[in-house]
């Protein structure tokens, strides 16, 4: 790919998803794309370029912008949050909640819906707890296409194995041939829908906690203020954001603070406190 092509489509997925692709990226256009560019009858990723400049094709554009945003997820990933959720956050909310009996969760760029199933199952082992309650978990993404296979609740075994506890996998999933579906009552907590995290979320409604995890990494730094700032605006003023390990809200955001001792949680200034984490795990 001439550098010409490259500075097209990473212009074009800068504006459509806020994703920034650099030159060592390049390896990454071509596996993810080259797939693409043989399905419309193209034999190289510039003959692809030229007929996206000529055509304007916009299911080109989507296919194109969705097949690069697509990223890896896997069940209770970093399982540190999780434990987080379970031990302190859950707690609070049951308390803060009370007399509303209502929580309700985001799980922004949910990929192909590991993290939301994660925050069923937890919950549903809650369930003695949350008897009453009314829990929403709306689940987004930008592609519709990964937005079906998570509706579908249809795992490899490979996938399954990646952070599930075995006594969940038997409980919340059926085998079905070499594929394992999750349980229906599980896939009915889920709202799933699309949404790009450029576009503005008032739609969505508040939140009590928003799981935005390993997704600012690939924004710019003016793009991730942005979304840092809609996000607090959905958030509720004692709600919890929760981001990935190898980001943050310092240097980005004047809205959100990190919650003392509980790495990788934030929230509104002034914010609600939370304990250190209890040593009881999520799951073992």
Same mark, same amino acid.
């Given at each position: 790919?001439?550098?010409?092509?490259?500075?097209?489509?990473?212009?074009?997925?800068?504006?459509?998803?806020?994703?920034?692709?650099?030159?060592?990226?390049?390896?990454?256009? *071509?596996?993810?794309?080259?797939?693409?560019?043989?399905?419309?009858?193209?034999?190289?990723?510039? *003959?692809?370029?030229?007929?996206?400049? #000529?055509?304007?094709?916009? %299911?080109?554009?989507?296919?194109?912008?969705?097949?690069?945003?697509?990223?890896? #997820?896997?069940? !209770?990933?970093?399982?540190?949050? !999780?434990?987080? !959720?379970?031990?302190?956050?859950?707690?609070?909310?049951?308390?803060?909640?009370?007399?509303?009996?209502?929580?309700?969760?985001?799980?922004?760029?949910?990929? #192909?819906?590991? %993290?939301?199933?994660?925050?069923?199952?937890? =919950?549903? %082992?809650?369930? %003695?707890?949350?008897?009453?309650?009314?829990? *929403?978990i709306i689940a987004t993404?930008?592609?519709?296409?990964?937005?079906?296979?998570?509706?579908?609740?249809?795992?490899?075994?490979?996938?399954?194995?990646?952070?599930?506890?075995?006594? =969940?996998?038997?409980?919340?999933?059926?085998?079905?041939?070499?594929?394992?579906?999750?349980?229906?009552?599980?896939?009915?907590?889920?709202?799933?829908?699309?949404?790009?995290?450029?576009? *503005?979320?008032?739609? =969505?409604?508040?939140?009590?906690?928003?799981?935005?995890?390993?997704?600012?990494?690939?924004?710019?730094?003016?793009?991730? #203020?942005?979304?840092?700032?809609?996000?607090?605006?959905?958030?509720?003023?004692?709600?919890?954001?929760?981001?990935?390990?190898?980001?943050?809200?310092?240097?980005?955001?004047?809205?959100?603070?990190?919650?003392?001792?509980?790495?990788?949680?934030?929230s509104q200034i002034p914010?609600?406190?939370?304990?250190?984490?209890?040593?009881?795990?999520?799951?073992?």
């Amino acid at each position: 790919m001439n550098n010409t092509d490259f500075d097209y489509i990473c212009q074009l997925l800068k504006e459509r998803s806020g994703l920034i692709v650099t030159r060592d990226k390049t390896y990454l256009l *071509e596996s993810r794309l080259l797939p693409l560019a043989r399905k419309w009858g193209y034999k190289t990723l510039d *003959e692809l370029v030229a007929g996206m400049r #000529s055509k304007r094709d916009t %299911e080109q554009v989507r296919e194109v912008v969705e097949a690069m945003t697509t990223n890896e #997820s896997f069940f !209770f990933r970093d399982i540190k949050p !999780f434990d987080q !959720f379970k031990n302190l956050v859950l707690p609070y909310l049951l308390t803060a909640r009370a007399q509303a009996k209502s929580i309700r969760i985001w799980s922004a760029a949910c990929s #192909s819906g590991q %993290e939301p199933y994660s925050l069923a199952m937890l =919950l549903s %082992e809650q369930a %003695e707890k949350l008897r009453g309650w009314r829990i *929403e978990i709306i689940a987004t993404d930008l592609s519709n296409d990964i937005l079906d296979k998570a509706k579908a609740g249809f795992y490899t075994q490979f996938e399954v194995q990646r952070g599930l506890p075995i006594q =969940l996998l038997m409980k919340y999933f059926q085998q079905q041939g070499d594929r394992w579906q999750i349980n229906p009552a599980l896939k009915k907590m889920i709202d799933y829908r699309p949404f790009n995290l450029l576009d *503005e979320p008032t739609a =969505l409604g508040r939140f009590d906690v928003i799981f935005c995890r390993n997704v600012l990494i690939y924004f710019d730094q003016p793009t991730k #203020s942005v979304v840092l700032d809609r996000l607090a605006r959905q958030m509720a003023p004692d709600a919890f954001l929760y981001l990935g390990g190898a980001e943050t809200v310092l240097g980005l955001s004047t809205k959100l603070q990190p919650v003392p001792e509980n790495r990788g949680i934030y929230s509104q200034i002034p914010g609600p406190t939370l304990p250190g984490l209890a040593a009881k795990p999520a799951f073992k």
